[in-house]
């Protein structure tokens, strides 16, 4: 049974950082897309980032520069740097897999197999 679990949200202020991390049992993470999205109140579940079979990382536009997506074989995990953080990045903040595609949509929630149930993230002004 694959399962996805998210750690490391919390509360922090405009300019702060975490780090989250999605630890997978049942399945490695190695050779396969890993992505993370979010979702605010009121709206439906955004593309974050992604990271490849072959480690090729992808972001939306709004977190370039400030949010570094990465992974450790070795521990099963996905992570998620998040820096200089704004009010808008406010949601929650949701793993996802792709065991059984080719990575080709890791921009849309579709795209993914198997998703963790998410880790708060809020952003105080």
């Known amino acids: 049974q694959v399962q996805l679990v998210e750690s490391g949200g919390g509360l922090v202020q405009t300019g702060g950082s975490l780090r989250l991390s999605c630890v997978t049992s049942g399945r490695t993470v190695s050779g396969y897309t890993m992505g993370w999205f979010r979702q605010a109140p009121g709206k439906g579940r955004l593309f974050v980032a992604a990271?490849?079979?072959?480690?090729?990382?992808y972001y939306t536009d709004s977190v370039k520069g400030r949010f570094t997506i990465s992974r450790d074989n070795a521990k099963n995990t996905v992570f998620l740097q998040m820096n200089s953080l704004v009010p808008e990045d406010t949601a929650v903040y949701y793993c996802a897999a792709d065991f059984t595609g080719d990575g080709s949509y890791y921009y849309i929630d579709w795209g993914y197999d198997y998703w963790g149930q998410g880790t708060q993230v809020t952003v105080s002004s």
């Open positions: 990271i490849s079979s072959n480690d090729i990382t």
